[in-house]
């Protein structure tokens, strides 16, 4: 894994990768010298690590960047696209990605202060409603529903209305569904069903790597998890880890089982040889919209959970999502269309400028040339 998920100091080369990736900027990157074919901008986060490069760039014309990124995010493209004369990227600006936790999870019914009916019909309605002509939805979902006796059953039979008004949303094309594991509940449902605590302590509503495990669960375990809401849901793109409980295992099961991304406040691509975490995405609750969160020109994850929908009724989810329109959301995207704007490497050249695309994802391009 490389970087971390909430933005700590990061060394100057990750802080770079992290960045490179959020943006969706193609990127190579080496330990050794050797692996470096000698194409492409030369990025030197530490130039005293590798003064002769340094020097060979400079020499040959070489388009080279040395030091740390700058501070300000929106900076940092900028200074890749003066030393590369241009620079041709997704566009990302305006971009809210759309992340609503936990339907189809029996927590609803088990854990104190968090209980709360099902959403009404209408309130599906009208997040469908508003999306239509928005964008779209990813659905954290659990197609597994525990019981209070512990038994497992399907939550499409147990939770129908919500899985047919999930079906709605799919069909009218606003809604994907993802993976928020098999059930949210700890996978020892024998532990949880004996525990005195198992109404009013949350850890137990963890399941891939739960808080009162203190070892990580082996990453196979957990890839059984991901693997049993691929049988129910489809194979699906990205993982939201019940109540953010997981580890590096985690990313690997969702690697092994094939999704795409990870989000936990950054965003985690799977698609590189190292799990890489974003520099520059947030994911603030939905009803935290502002200007603010769009300054990078990177995506912003708008998060909620189907409780908010049940307490705050059917005005809540689109009275928040207008506000995020006059914030500068331009766009819904769900996860999957975020990965489709990351699956394609772009390759593009600068040739008596004009700029030249040969290869780039079936999404808008953002095509600037250097002042
Ligand atoms: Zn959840």
């Not at 909620?304 to 329109?325: N, Q, T, Y």
Request: proline fraction near 9%; charged fraction near 25%.
């Amino acid at each position: 894994m490389w970087g971390d998920t909430v933005e700590g100091w990061a060394d100057p080369a990750l802080d770079w990768i992290g960045t490179l990736a959020a943006a969706g900027v193609p990127f190579g990157a080496h330990a050794d010298p050797a692996a470096d074919d000698g194409d492409g901008l030369l990025l030197l986060p530490d130039p005293e690590a590798w003064p002769s490069q340094a020097q060979q760039a400079a020499d040959s014309g070489r388009p080279l960047v040395i030091g740390p990124p700058p501070e300000v995010h929106a900076d940092r493209l900028r200074v890749i696209r003066e030393a590369l004369g241009a620079l041709v990227r997704p566009d990302l600006d305006g971009v809210l990605v759309l992340r609503l936790d936990d339907p189809g999870a029996s927590l609803r019914e088990h854990l104190d202060g968090w209980r709360h009916p099902p959403v009404a019909q209408s309130a599906w309605d009208a997040l469908w409603g508003t999306l239509s002509g928005f964008g779209r939805v990813s659905v954290f979902c659990c197609p597994g529903w525990v019981e209070r006796d512990g038994l497992l059953v399907d939550s499409r039979s147990r939770d129908r209305d919500t899985w047919q008004a999930l079906e709605r949303g799919v069909a009218a094309g606003v809604a994907d569904l993802e993976c928020h594991g098999h059930t949210h509940l700890h996978p020892n449902r024998d532990a949880w069903l004996a525990a005195p605590d198992r109404f009013t302590n949350p850890d137990w509503y963890r399941e891939l790597w739960p808080p009162l495990e203190p070892a990580e669960p082996d990453w196979r375990d957990q890839a059984r998890i991901i693997g049993r809401w691929q049988s129910a849901c489809g194979q699906g793109t990205a993982l939201v880890a019940p109540g953010e409980g997981w580890g590096a295992g985690t990313l690997r099961a969702a690697r092994e089982r094939g999704l795409k991304l990870v989000n936990s406040w950054g965003i985690c691509r799977l698609d590189f040889p190292t799990p890489t975490w974003s520099r520059g995405v947030g994911s603030p609750y939905l009803d935290e919209a502002g200007p603010e969160w769009f300054t990078a020109g990177l995506p912003v994850i708008g998060y909620w959970h189907e409780r908010d929908m049940a307490v705050g009724g059917p005005a809540w989810a689109p009275e928040h999502l207008e506000r995020w329109r006059d914030a500068g959301a331009r766009r819904a995207w769900a996860f999957a269309d975020l990965a489709r704007s990351y699956e394609t490497p772009i390759e593009a050249y600068l040739e008596n400028g004009e700029v030249r695309v040969v290869r780039a994802p079936a999404v808008p391009l953002i095509t600037e040339v250097a002042a």
